[in-house]
Nanobody, 123 residues
Framework: QVQLVESGGGLVQAGDSLRLSCAASGRTLSNYAMAWFRQAPGKEREFVAHISRSGGNTIYADSVKGRFTISRDNAKNTVYLQMNTLKPEDTAVYYC????????????????WGQGTRVTVSS
């Protein structure tokens, strides 16, 4: 079983950048495809981005494509989400998630979740 802990959220202004981190423990992160999801107040948890076990394949939701970058450092057991040109509609709690063996955009396919980190973007 893998434990996931997100960090890096905060309050920023529109146009600013943030980098979220997801630190894994308990298992080797390289065995897991990883993803970021987010949940805005009153909305369903939605897919943001995912990355393959090696880091060689990434896919993004249309709403963040060109602004967000998912990456991973398997030696550090950490996954990142670089968020640039943030918009008020990016305000949400961001969750990292892991599954084996391959990537998925489907929330219910993921077995392991962090507790979330809150991102608030003011206009």
């Amino acid at each position: 079983q893998v434990q996931l802990v997100e960090s890096g959220g905060g309050l920023v202004q529109a146009g600013d950048s943030l980098r979220l981190s997801c630190a894994a423990s308990g298992r080797t992160l390289s065995n897991y495809a990883m993803a970021w999801f987010r949940q805005a107040p009153g909305k369903e948890r939605e897919f943001v981005a995912h990355i393959s076990r090696s880091g060689g394949n990434t896919i993004y939701a249309d709403s963040v494509k060109g602004r967000f970058t998912i990456s991973r450092d398997n030696a550090k057991n950490t996954v990142y989400l670089q968020m640039n040109t943030l918009k008020p509609e990016d305000t949400a709690v961001y969750y990292c998630a892991g599954r084996r063996p391959s990537m998925s955009r489907v929330r219910d396919d993921y077995d392991y979740w962090g507790q979330g980190t809150r991102v608030t973007v003011s206009s």
